[in-house]
């Protein structure tokens, strides 16, 4: 079952201009991760945040969690038309490191 | 390093046959390997965790005798369609967990399957 929500479903912007994307989740996790996956392909690993982690930087990216709010945020800075793809949040709840995917973002970056 | 390979990455076949994909970490060893499915501009559903020499674990919802899965060394995963029909059609993903931590997951490339 999906555990996550995320918003927008999709979103559009011009290069240089910052993209953020929201997702919420329902139960308790050990970690949320964020992946990037272009059309028709596999998904990349972005970034990993734990439970007890509230913000976490990688090149341009940032995500943040709040975990009283079972939410997270991906924010993309400076984007590029190569940064057009889908992003999901997956949550990892259990001890076998079952992921859950967030219905995800798709992003579109015009040059 | 960390590469899953996934094959065949298209596959066609008619209705009523069985179609086997399979899944390679390429240079670690996986002790579990999972299996997803994904519909046209969806998210991934999980299907089944696949553990080394023991039977896969299914998610509710999902048939175990339509698609089995064989986990038969740590560097090998295979799922099979059995009896295939049109609305199997979808793409399939899997991940595998090296076995330095269980944060580490890392996905193949995934494969394309339409059933005619």
């Known amino acids: 079952s999906q555990q996550g929500e995320e918003d927008p479903q999709a979103l559009s912007i011009q290069e240089g201009e910052n993209a953020t994307m929201n997702c919420s989740y329902k139960t308790s996790i050990n970690n949320l991760q964020w992946y990037r996956q272009n059309s028709g392909r596999g998904l990349v690993h972005l970034i990993l945040?734990?439970?007890?982690?509230r913000e976490k930087h990688s090149g341009r990216l940032r995500v943040t969690l709040d975990t009283s709010k079972k939410s997270s945020s991906l924010l993309i800075t400076a984007s590029r038309a190569a940064d057009t793809a889908s992003y999901f949040c997956a949550t990892d709840a259990d001890s076998w490191g079952k992921l859950q995917f967030g219905a995800g973002t798709q992003v579109v970056v015009t040059p | 390093g960390a590469v899953v390979s996934q094959h065949p990455s298209r596959v066609i076949c008619k209705s009523g046959t069985s179609v086997k994909i399979e899944c390679r970490s390429l240079?670690?060893?996986?002790?579990?390997m999972f299996w997803y499915r994904q519909f046209p501009k969806q998210s991934l559903m999980l299907m089944a965790t696949s553990n080394e020499g023991s039977k896969a674990t299914y998610e509710q919802g999902v048939e175990k005798d339509k698609f089995l899965i064989n986990h038969a060394s740590l560097t090998l995963s295979t799922l099979t369609v059995t009896s295939a029909h049109p609305e199997d059609s979808s793409f399939y993903i899997c991940?595998?967990?090296?076995?330095?931590?269980?944060?580490?997951?890392?996905f193949g490339p995934g494969t394309r399957l339409t059933v005619l």
């Open positions: 240079d670690f060893q996986a002790t579990t």
């Open positions: 991940s595998a967990r090296s076995e330095r931590g269980v944060n580490e997951q890392f």
């Open positions: 945040i734990r439970s007890n982690e």
